[in-house]
């Protein structure tokens, strides 16, 4: 997640940029939701 949105912030292609801005919100979403499973620790 820690280059999707350093990209997001950073990047030099904006079509990337774009891309990333876009999937991170959904790759963090999905990060919290996999801590919650039983045994994710």
């Known amino acids: 997640m ?15 940029k774009g891309f ?6 959904i790759l963090q979403t999905q990060g919290e939701l996999t801590q919650k499973l039983p045994g994710a620790n």
């Open 2 to 16: 820690a280059l999707f949105s350093s990209y997001a912030q950073a990047g030099s292609d904006a079509e990337l």
């Open 20 to 25: 990333a801005g876009k999937t991170l919100p």
